[in-house]
């Protein structure tokens, strides 16, 4: 299975970017997808997730409200809507799917596939 995360740039703050995610080798809809991200010397952090059948998402607490994931499994693409960037979005962002997700797995969130990631640079 490949992952391959698209639509990261530079914006200023308050704007916004929607993130796209290409899933290869697999059907998307055998999977629970995510997104995650990683600051310069910061840990990895989860921003959203999404169920196979794309009813139910959750999201971090710093995302919430202004960030929205969804799929298109006839497509196998998962997708971020991120809106009203601040600058403390700046990170790689990585989309990653597996069977579950585990929210106690703060490395690799139980995710089996991760993509290679697309940079957002938010600037002030």
């Known amino acids: 299975v490949q992952l391959q995360a698209s639509g990261g740039g530079l914006v200023q703050a308050g704007g916004s970017l929607r993130l796209s995610c290409a899933v290869s080798?697999?059907?998307?809809?055998?999977?629970?997808a995510g997104w995650f991200r990683q600051a310069p010397g910061q840990e990895r952090e989860f921003v959203a997730a999404i169920t196979k059948s794309g009813h139910i998402t959750h999201y971090g607490e710093a995302v919430k409200g202004r960030f929205t994931i969804s799929r298109d499994n006839a497509k196998n693409t998962v997708y971020l809507q991120m809106n009203s960037l601040k600058p403390e979005d700046t990170a790689v962002y990585y989309c990653?799917?597996?069977?579950?997700?585990?929210?106690?797995?703060?490395?690799?969130?139980?995710?089996?596939?991760w993509g290679k990631g697309t940079l957002v640079t938010v600037s002030s």
């Open positions: 990653a799917a597996g069977p579950s997700i585990y929210y106690s797995d703060s490395c690799n969130y139980g995710m089996d596939y």
């Open positions: 080798g697999r059907y998307l809809s055998m999977f629970v």
